[in-house]
């Protein structure tokens, strides 16, 4: 799968918005400090159990009216659906394999907003309220393909430890 997004602008002020505008970094550094603040307050293990149902839920809700509307189904349905994330700014996702008749995705991010906006951090698996999503849109491939699977994602590997970019893995429950 092809990058759907140029990354100019990066190095210089952010990640690229989807009309190729760089974000000022500085805009960038908004969500991630209130990220910061609300994590310190709950606690990272049940923020993190907040954001996954949270976005678990609105990943379904998405493809309830877009991929309805855009009459997606299957794996087109999750290429579409990393491609309209990656226009909102937070990075770049895009399919490494995905397998939705067993429940199966690995997803790459490149230029995670939460690494770019948390670097001085050092903040292990930091991108962690994107998996959720992920997780929701592969259940709901399965119910709308009359296969239905529950699975669950997590960040396998993050640019916050000092990788390259940062990878999220979608297994059937039995299987993580
Ligand atoms: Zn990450």
Request: with cysteine; net charge negative; proline share 5%.
């Amino acid at each position: 799968m092809n990058p759907q997004l140029p990354v100019k602008g990066h190095d210089e002020a952010g990640p690229a918005t989807g009309s190729g505008d760089p974000i000022p970094r500085a805009a960038l550094h908004f969500p991630g400090i209130r990220h910061q603040v609300v994590e310190a307050t709950l606690g990272r293990e049940k923020y993190a159990e907040i954001l996954y149902h949270a976005s678990y839920k609105s990943a379904r809700y998405w493809c309830d009216k877009e991929a309805v509307a855009h009459g997606l189904s299957g794996i087109a349905v999750f290429e579409h659906y990393l491609h309209r994330l990656s226009r909102r700014g937070w990075g770049r996702f895009t399919v490494i394999e995905a397998d939705a008749a067993n429940g199966c995705a690995d997803i790459r991010l490149d230029h995670s907003d939460f690494v770019v906006a948390q670097a001085e951090v050092c903040a292990s698996r930091i991108c962690y309220r994107f998996a959720g999503w992920f997780a929701g849109m592969m259940d709901w491939i399965g119910e709308d393909t009359g296969r239905p699977v529950k699975t669950l994602c997590c960040e396998t590997q993050c640019g916050g430890d000092g990788h390259d970019h940062c990878i999220f893995a979608v297994r059937p429950r039995s299987g993580i």
